[in-house]
């Protein structure tokens, strides 16, 4: 089995799969599995692969996800980025630990109870999650119902129940045009989004008492141009990682009062960072006996995460545990995958199984 698998990861990670080309992948993956396997089409993007096995009503409904999809090669990684290299007890390609090598025990272990044919089971492989979580906003469109999601992202075998969310605003402070040779006449915006940035650290986040406290980080700032000409336009990205209690109202409001306060001569716009799909909100899985009965046959700590990811979707839609493989350096130079680890998340996942049959028996 854990020849298997790693032999399956080496595979995965030799098909590149930059997200939003997704296809080919999508193709092999869709070829390695068992029962009725569907390619679910995402705009802009590769498909999603959704296998099904339908099992035994009375058992409980299980979803493996992982997403299909990886960053590009970071600048400067020298070495063949779809050349899975073994070395040390590691395997290393891009994509290794995000999330190839977690991607092939979901495959793997989906395959092992279509077999079985006893538990109701659905293999998720989603793309664009490294983009704008098209994919797995895709497959929730259809309303599916499964008792637990279990993801396998690098988890570094500790169950992750729950997660941060994430909103982005975008600030366009305003200014006056004029000749640069002659700035008095004019309002520089680059000026006044000064003293906007100013205004903004004192913006305050929320602690939680499971997820931790918020964060707050300005992600980017553009303004002028070729011309010698006073900016009239210049605009912030705002990146706010959010708890519960947190609400994109309360933050449109929060911003606001403090830009109201700033200054700011020609005033300012406010705007949601553009994206395709919903931003993903926080979430904890509460404690289903299905979900003690996962850690309790894995033997999983439980951990809770601090960035985003396909799991705040699943996560608001039903129970959901991230476990998966140990790595490092995810989207850097010498990202690897742990190989034993790829065997561990295989025997406990089959634990789990064995588990929910002796329930059942």
């Not at 996800?65 to 400067?76: A, E, F, L, R, Y």
């Not at 008792?147 to 075998?157: C, N």
């Not at 499971?210 to 990146?239: A, Q």
Request: glycine share 12%; charged share 25%.
């Amino acid at each position: 089995m854990a020849d298997e698998t790693l032999a399956l990861a080496k595979k995965l990670i030799s098909v590149p799969s930059v997200f939003g080309q997704e296809h080919e992948i999508a193709e092999f993956i869709a070829s390695r599995l068992k029962g009725d396997v569907e390619l679910q089409e995402v705009d802009g993007s590769g498909p999603n692969v959704v296998a099904r096995s339908e099992g035994d009503s009375r058992f409980p409904s299980i979803l493996l996800c992982g997403h299909m999809d990886t960053v590009p090669p970071p600048h400067g990684y020298g070495a063949d980025p779809y050349k899975p290299a073994v070395k040390a007890g590691r395997l290393y390609g891009l994509g290794s630990g995000d999330m190839k090598g977690g991607l092939a025990c979901a495959i793997q272990a989906y395959n092992r109870i279509a077999v079985d044919g006893d538990i109701p089971t659905t293999f998720l492989g989603t793309s664009d999650e490294e983009g704008n979580c098209k994919g797995v906003f895709r497959y929730l469109n259809n309303r599916p119902r499964h008792d637990l999601a279990i993801v396998l992202e690098p988890s570094g075998l500790k169950a992750m129940l729950g997660c941060r969310g994430r909103y982005v605003l975008e600030i366009v402070v305003k200014g006056k045009a004029a000749h640069g040779a002659r700035p008095e006449q004019g309002v520089n915006a680059i000026d006044e989004t000064a003293k906007a940035i100013k205004a903004l650290q004192g913006l305050k986040v929320r602690s939680h008492g499971i997820l931790g406290k918020g964060s707050k980080c300005l992600l980017k700032i553009e303004g002028g141009g070729e011309s010698l000409s006073v900016p009239d336009r210049c605009t912030i990205r705002l990146d706010r990682h959010v708890v519960p209690g947190d609400t994109k109202d309360g933050l449109w409001r929060e911003v606001g009062a403090l830009l109201s306060k700033a200054g700011l001569s020609e005033g300012y716009e406010l705007r949601w960072m553009p994206r395709p799909t919903p931003f993903l909100e926080p979430y904890v899985t509460k404690k289903t006996a299905l979900v003690m009965a996962f850690l309790s046959s894995t033997g999983a700590a439980e951990t809770y995460g601090t960035s985003v990811g396909d799991y705040n979707a699943l996560g608001a839609a039903m129970p959901t545990a991230v476990f998966g493989p140990s790595g490092e350096n995810w989207h850097a130079l010498g990202e690897f995958v742990d190989i034993e680890s790829l065997s561990k998340v295989d025997a406990k996942l089959s634990a789990f199984c064995e588990s929910l049959r002796k329930c059942g028996r």
